[in-house]
């Protein structure tokens, strides 16, 4: 059955039709909440809170984006009440423009990442990938999960994130290079970065 | 070593995710071809998302979808309807059915009567009494929402998404007021609450309008907002999570060019006026306007407002009490002590 006839069901009512798309959608929403938030059991309170709220709110999906970004919008304000709700939730100033107290932002990004596809990554590398996203403001770590994670194309995440196209452009850059520099700064990562020096082509 | 070229970064990024146009896809090539910063940012870039993609995917705990359906069962679910069997005679039937009576008389009478007792801004002189000397200045900065509210949303109201907040100066409160209102309505947006701000002189310093606007109109709403004043600050806030689809909450705080500095005493005045909507009017007030007067009016009028848009409830609530007790007298009635 397509999704369209088990949202109409599910919006009258059909307990069954609400089920089936909970099926189709707690494996990515559960996995995004998990990456946002860092742990299981937030992780399945937010995907719950995610599913009782879009349960109530049935009737006023209005089907003027798909159901899947309207679940992701709730998801992503279900995850960002449960930081909230765990007080680590400030107010963040959201993208300010370029720029740091000397004026430019450091452009240069680090080099001494290791290549996912070089080396085997080990359970402690991981670890310390899901750590750093946790490490990140919410609104960073909401679109780094939202691309890299579940894989939304930019107008998705202008429809979840409720942005302009040119914003999540813009914010999903400064994520990554945020994301970049905290990486680089573990000390895990610093004996297997390729150095500079490792460079290949040269043009 | 670091030479910085001022290519946009955001584009190598946006390059990364076949994001790009064409013709943009080229630039960025052609940059890369001859940027040693550049590539090396990329690759940076590049290691970073797949470092993230390479994260194994997480599943929910088993019983997950069976806790999710006590949850919805909890919070009310349709199930089969039950029906009430009442087929026995005797006054409690009677009584049912002026309890049924009453729920279908007095509830269009009650939703009447609330949309009549729906404050409008004649009535609102209430708000904007003029508050004693001593709780004052506290309008000296913007209202905010604090986040203890908004961890804990009201379910009744229209829920609000996001705020934002604009800090505008201009030279004219007086005169930035009706623009900043129309720069609401013209982005389909309500204004819901005005504060106004005094200083000693009795000259207006400040003006914080607090409205919403469709949540697509906001895009617009910072060119709008610099065409009232100079825009010194905009704030983006979620608030809560609410009914994705709605509005945002919008506070234009305008500010006298020079702004004046309330004296330490506070001999100011502030006033509040509101406006239409009923749901969220009661709870607008309330979360926007600090100071003990302001508060126990906004408290007074959220009460009223409470009352006038639950009386349909009210009235249901008389009825089921009512059909309650005749169906338990009847149960009662219907077995007979055997003796
Ligand atoms: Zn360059």
């Known amino acids: 059955m397509d999704e369209d006839r088990l949202v109409a069901l599910a919006r009258s009512g059909e307990v069954p039709a609400f089920e089936a798309l909970v099926a189709e959608y707690e494996g990515r929403i559960y996995n995004m909440s998990y990456r946002m938030l860092g742990n299981a059991e937030d992780a399945r309170d937010a995907a719950q809170d995610t599913f009782l709220k879009a349960y109530s709110s049935l009737d006023r999906f209005r089907g003027d984006s798909s159901f899947s970004t309207w679940l992701y919008r709730i998801a992503k304000n279900a995850c960002l009440d449960m930081l909230r709700k765990r007080g680590r939730g400030t107010v963040y100033s959201l993208d300010e423009p370029l720029g740091t107290e000397d004026g430019e932002m450091e452009r240069q990004l680090p080099g001494d990442l290791p290549d996912p596809e070089d080396a085997a990554l080990d359970s402690e590398i991981r670890e310390a990938v899901a750590d750093a996203i946790a490490g990140l403001p919410p609104h960073h770590r909401a679109i780094i999960v939202l691309r890299d994670i579940e894989e939304l194309t930019y107008e998705e995440i202008a429809e979840v994130l409720e942005v302009e196209l040119g914003t999540v452009k813009s914010r999903l850059y400064r994520a990554r290079a945020a994301l970049s520099r905290s990486l680089a700064a573990l000390e895990l990562f610093r004996d297997r970065g390729v150095g500079p020096g490792e460079r290949r082509e040269q043009g | ?339």
């Open chain 2, 1 to 339: 070593m670091s030479e910085r070229c001022g290519f946009q970064s955001e584009d190598l990024s946006a390059y990364l995710d076949g994001e790009l146009s064409e013709a943009e896809v080229q630039v960025v090539e052609a940059h890369l071809s001859d940027c040693e910063c550049c590539r090396r940012s990329l690759e940076a870039l590049r290691r970073t998302r797949a470092l993230v993609l390479s994260l194994p995917s997480t599943s929910p705990p088993p019983e997950f979808r069976e806790d999710l359906r006590e949850a919805l069962r909890a919070a009310g679910a349709p199930k089969h309807s039950r029906g009430v069997r009442s087929r026995g005679g005797g006054w409690h039937r009677g009584l049912a059915l002026v309890a049924a009576s009453i729920l279908v008389v007095l509830l269009p009478m009650a939703a009447l009567v609330s949309t009549m007792m729906v404050p409008t801004e004649d009535q609102f002189p209430l708000l904007a009494a003029d508050p004693p000397p001593g709780e004052m200045g506290i309008m000296e900065t913007a209202p905010e929402i604090s986040t203890e509210e908004a961890a804990d949303p009201p379910r009744d109201v229209e829920e609000i998404v996001a705020s934002e907040t604009y800090i505008i100066r201009v030279d004219d409160v007086e005169i930035a007021t009706p623009q900043a209102r129309s720069a609401l309505l013209d982005g389909g947006g309500e204004v819901l609450g005005l504060t106004r701000t005094y200083d000693a002189a009795g000259y207006l310093n400040k003006a914080v309008l607090v409205g919403d606007l469709p949540r697509d109109a906001i895009l617009e709403m910072g060119e709008r907002a610099q065409q009232i004043g100079i825009l010194v600050e905009r704030r983006r806030e979620e608030t809560s999570y609410g009914d994705p689809g709605t509005r945002t909450e919008v506070i234009l705080s305008l500010e006298k060019m020079e702004h004046v500095v309330p004296p330490a005493d506070g001999d100011e005045l502030v006033r509040a006026e509101a406006l239409r909507r009923p749901g969220a009017l009661g709870e607008r007030i309330r979360r926007s306007f600090s100071g003990s007067w302001t508060r126990f009016g906004a408290g007074v009028a959220t009460a009223l407002v409470w009352i006038a848009g639950h009386l349909p409830h009210l009235a249901f609530a008389v009825g089921a009490i009512i059909l309650v007790f005749a169906v338990s007298r009847r149960g009662t009635r219907s077995a007979p002590p055997k003796k």
